[in-house]
């Protein structure tokens, strides 16, 4: 019973990291049409940010945050938005979007060594429950990662502008007709993506180590699960993340922890043939949950 609760518990936060990384995925490709590629990259660079000021607790918390706020509108406006004017495809835009990560990596490890780092819990203290320690790190990862569910539910399906966000996806010509500048809210959507994906970076430090060489791993694993709910759907990104990291624990647990790294490929590459609009994808592209 404690062994299984002790793998709920530390998978229950690498869902909530992962869940984390395939908000910002889902955020961008529903305003913009484009797969993030870069993700990873501004989510490890906030979380490397935060574990270098982490004497500042929460303050450093909204310093990263706010950081990879800033350097997702500079991901649109540099890598994705020069490129649709000269007229870019999608599949060019997402590659745009790795190389803009690629060059994030290569000035970050300018300032920061290639190694590991770490930082103290934002929330310090635990609990016990039948021989397992669970620690309030924890916890508070599980209920940021739910509260920023919640948050994104309610701005695309109740506000204004999460119903502008949906206009412009949809058609920009058209979302521009109705009074709506796409430009403005596109730049939000990635301003609000890289603030999540930073979010993923700040949360992972206390309790599992960040380096610059983790951004391409952490981004494929928000890229399975984003993949495996409907890419698209922000629901599915949360159940596909929670199937993602529960399933890799049990291969690691039971088959072979050597080969972990290319399970979630293994995870999509079956879901892609299975079923490729994903668990909770809808049937036409401008129907979204």
């Not at 190694?115 to 103290?120: A, D, L, N, V």
């Not at 603030?195 to 993923?200: C, D, F, K």
Request: charged share 10%; proline share 2%; glycine share 12%.
């Amino acid at each position: 019973m404690s062994d299984a609760l002790a793998i709920f518990v530390t998978t229950s936060t690498n869902a909530a990291i992962y869940a984390l990384v395939a908000f910002s995925l889902v955020l961008v490709y529903r305003g913009s049409r484009v797969v993030n590629f870069g993700v990873g990259y501004i989510a490890v660079i906030g979380g490397i940010f935060f574990a270098n000021t982490a004497g500042a607790g929460w303050f450093a918390l909204v310093l990263a945050v706010g950081m990879s706020a800033l350097l997702g509108l500079a991901m649109y406006l540099i890598a994705v938005r020069l490129a649709e004017r000269a007229g870019a495809t999608h599949a060019a835009l997402a590659i745009a979007t790795l190389g803009f990560g690629l060059m994030l990596e290569y000035f970050g490890g300018s300032f920061w060594e290639k190694q590991g780092f770490s930082s103290p819990p934002l929330v310090s203290g635990s609990h016990e429950l039948a021989g397992v320690t669970i620690s309030n790190q924890r916890i508070l990862t599980v209920v940021l990662a739910v509260a920023v569910f919640l948050g994104l539910r309610l701005l695309i399906d109740k506000t204004m502008p999460g119903w502008a966000m949906e206009a412009v996806a949809f058609k920009q010509s058209t979302a521009g007709l109705y009074g709506i500048n796409p430009i403005v809210v596109l730049a939000g959507v990635w301003l609000l993506a890289g603030a999540i994906a930073g979010l993923a970076g700040v949360l992972r430090t206390p309790t599992s180590a960040v380096a610059l060489g983790l951004a391409l791993p952490l981004a494929i694993q928000g890229f399975a699960a984003a993949v495996l709910g409907g890419l698209g759907s922000i629901q599915g990104a949360a159940i596909g993340a929670v199937i993602v990291a529960f399933a890799d624990a049990l291969f690691v647990r039971y088959v072979s922890s050597e080969f972990a790294s290319v399970f979630a490929f293994l995870l999509l590459f079956v879901m892609i043939a299975v079923r490729p609009q994903g668990i909770l994808g809808a049937g036409r592209e401008a129907v979204r949950t």
